[in-house]
Nanobody, 123 residues
């Protein structure tokens, strides 16, 4: 099993940046495919970014490609989501999740979830 705890959310103006962290405990995160998802108010959870085991590849949704970067630190057992050029439509609760398989953008495949962290982007 793995436990995930997100941090780093907050309120930022449009055009600003935030870095989210997802600290993993239990099994090392490098044993899993890790994903960041978000859930805007009143909407379904959606894929944001993913990083495969051992960080061999990264994936992004079209809406964040070029603005967000996912990365991992094996020593700290932490996955990050660097978010730049934030827009009001990025406002959501952001979750990290772990999937014991190959890459997937479908949140149904992810077994372990953090509690989420709120990101609010003002215009």
């Amino acid at each position: 099993q793995v436990q995930l705890v997100e941090s780093g959310g907050g309120l930022v103006q449009a055009g600003g940046s935030l870095r989210l962290s997802c600290a993993a405990s239990g099994r090392t995160y490098s044993s899993y495919t890790m994903g960041w998802f978000r859930q805007p108010p009143g909407k379904e959870r959606e894929f944001v970014a993913g990083i495969t085991r051992s960080a061999s590849a990264t994936y992004y949704s079209d809406s964040v490609k070029g603005r967000f970067t996912i990365s991992g630190d094996n020593v700290k057992n932490t996955v990050y989501l660097q978010m730049n050029s934030l827009k009001p439509e990025d406002t959501a609760v952001y979750f990290c999740a772990a999937y014991n398989g190959l890459y997937s953008s479908d949140y149904h495949y992810y077994t372990y979830w953090g509690q989420g962290t709120q990101v609010t982007v003002s215009s």
